[in-house]
């Protein structure tokens, strides 16, 4: 490109400064294993010795739980390949960043060259905004990006408001911070305001600079159109730190907090990464990981490395931390200790119970699910019942098989869970009775002879009923099925009773582990712990999230990071 072209067009917009980087692109995921199956009876033990041996073993002795992380990926990428299809193919491949690069220049254009290059492309009324994106997602020389505004601002006397967007984000993005401060400046000049898009860019990118604190006038800008997100909160936070104002910092994560904002993991990694030894700090980091706990909030590995490196660095406590898994009995693998219950505590059972009778048995919708007559009719059916100890979801269980009849499924899981020795609610739909070859007469014959029944009306959904007569037999009553229950969840008016709710079904949920007409029946369920991170005073666990690994909401981590204080 021409000296005198881009003298006239650009130095007056972005000034004579063009440092040479590249956009970091940095992408993280999760996953990991562990369950353990039902037994009504006694467990046995290992002797000490060998237990304390098998426990060092990182390798899961037990089936993964429908809860654990990555189940959820790994059942989805089974079916794509048992259907023919490639996993990595279903939702096609992203491209990949030298693709892109072939499609932009490989250095800055003079405006003819730019206005050739757009006469022959298939949409000249898109080119400079596809353009700029494909520099971005190619993360391209500025200089190429420039060179573009150049011709832009020739042909059109301005550049748009959304190509110095895409440009904004192309140097915010690649770390220009001279080319950010510019264009900031330009912007404020062409433009009477700027939308929250640009300003979170420019938090992001002044957070980096000198100018730093300028990134909090934006915040403010932002404050009267709309909610700032914790993105933006997270980058001025960390420009606090950076330029060596913590108390700053730990200022605008408290006003994070009080707008009711959930913080970013990037921004507790900096509080960990930045904070020291004094009492003050100390206060403030363990109520950055009660808040995790509250909230069940999990760290991703990198966060979990940066609290091991914070707390092995306090002189004066010796604390050690290990990266471990849970054995199935709900004990570290790395020191031994015995982790929290996942059981409710009787105040935590009563709460879930009144909740779900209320919002999701007794909902606005329910009667979208039953009938008055229905549901009446069961109760009074639960109440004159003794307790139960099982209730089977039976249209659900009947399909864990593809082969044989369903009713010789369920028969097999409801005699295994009658041998245990348990009182056996089956809850099924009347076509259930109509004899088939999925239902076979003798076979429903026999299950009623081993547990109690009741068959709903076939428009009916039985999840409700399920609930209410798990709920009502105890804190003891488990539940076979493999309906997550997220829409049920979903109905709880809160965080904190969907929390409860997903604490209790964890540990009372068995999943029929593939089962094999003929072979013995197996359950699967979640561990005893809970899967929250969890303090004695002399130690510390938390589950994290590793890298490469995937969970979906309703999967808990695997691994954990065990961090213990030697005794003085």
């Known amino acids: 490109m021409g000296s005198f072209a881009f003298a006239k067009y650009l ?6 400064r063009f440092p040479r980087q590249s956009v970091p692109v940095v992408l993280r995921w999760k996953d990991h294993p562990n369950v353990q199956l039902y037994c009504s009876g006694k467990e046995q033990r290992l002797p000490e010795a060998q237990r304390r041996k098998s426990s060092q073993r990182e390798e899961p002795a037990f089936p993964k739980s429908v809860f654990a992380a990555g189940t959820a990926k790994r059942t989805a990428d089974f079916l794509k390949r048992r259907a023919g299809t490639d996993p990595e193919q279903a939702g096609g491949l992203s491209r990949d960043r030298a693709s892109f690069r072939g499609e932009i220049p490989e250095g800055p254009l003079s405006a003819p060259e ?4 757009k006469e022959s492309s298939s949409r000249p009324e898109r080119f400079e905004l596809r353009m700029m994106a494909l520099m971005l997602a190619a993360e391209a020389d500025v200089n190429i990006a420039k060179s573009l505004l150049a011709y832009v601002a020739m042909e059109k006397g301005a550049v748009p408001y959304t190509l110095l967007l895409r440009y904004l984000t192309l140097c915010v993005s690649g770390g220009h911070h001279s080319e950010v401060l510019d264009t900031y400046d330009v912007m404020r000049r062409c433009f009477k305001t700027l939308d929250s898009s640009a300003y979170s860019l420019l ?22 159109v709309i909610m700032p997100s914790p993105r933006n909160y997270s980058d001025a936070i960390a420009g606090a730190f950076l330029h060596g104002d913590g108390e700053t910092g730990w200022m605008l994560y408290g006003e994070l907090l009080e707008l009711g904002l959930t913080p970013n993991q990037d921004t507790w990694q900096c509080l960990f990464e930045n904070a020291g030894a004094e009492h003050q700090q100390r206060h403030r980091l363990a109520g950055v990981l009660t808040y995790m706990r509250e909230n069940q909030v999990y760290p991703e590995e990198p966060l979990a490395q940066s609290i091991k490196a914070w ?59 039953t009938t008055p007559e229905e549901l009446e009719s069961f109760k009074s059916f639960v109440k004159k019942s003794p307790a139960f100890d099982v209730i089977v979801d039976g249209l659900n269980v009947a399909s864990v098989s593809p082969k044989g009849p369903k009713s010789q499924t369920l028969l097999a ?11 056996v609610l089956v809850l099924g739909r009347k076509h259930m009775l109509r004899p088939s070859w999925n239902w076979d007469r003798h076979d429903i014959h026999q299950i009623r002879q081993k547990s109690l029944c009741f068959f709903t009306e076939n ?9 209410y007569a798990a709920l009502h037999s105890g ?20 965080g904190a009773t969907r929390r409860l709710f997903f604490k209790w079904q964890r540990g009372h949920q068995l999943v029929v582990q ?25 130690a510390w666990h938390i589950p994290y999230d590793e890298d490469g690994a995937e969970r979906s909401t309703y999967e808990v981590p695997q691994r954990w990071l065990c961090l213990t204080k030697e005794q003085q």
């Open 475 to 494: 804190n003891h009553c488990n539940f076979v099925s493999r309906d997550l229950m997220r829409d049920h969840k979903a109905c709880l008016p809160d």
């Open 11 to 16: 130095r007056p917009l972005f000034g004579h």
């Open 311 to 369: 707390f092995e660095s306090l002189p004066d406590e010796k604390w050690r931390g290990r990266f471990s898994s849970v054995d199935s009995s709900g004990r570290c693998r790395s020191c031994q200790a015995e982790l929290e219950s996942i059981e409710l505590t009787e105040e935590e059972y009563a709460q879930l119970k009144h909740r779900v009778m209320k919002d999701v048995i007794e909902g606005r919708d329910v009667f979208n699910k």
């Open 514 to 538: 593939g089962y094999v007409p003929g072979k013995k029946v197996r359950f699967q369920r979640a561990l005893r712990s809970d899967t929250i991170i969890q303090s004695t005073g002399a």
């Open 114 to 117: 730019w206005r050739k290059l």
């Open 203 to 224: 938090i992001k990118g002044f957070s980096q600079t000198e100018r730093w604190r300028e990134a909090f006038v934006m915040l403010e800008e932002i404050k009267k």
């Open 459 to 467: 428009i009916s959904e039985d999840d409700p009923f399920l609930l």
């Open 413 to 423: 899981v409801v005699s295994e869970l009658r041998d245990q020795g348990l009182n």
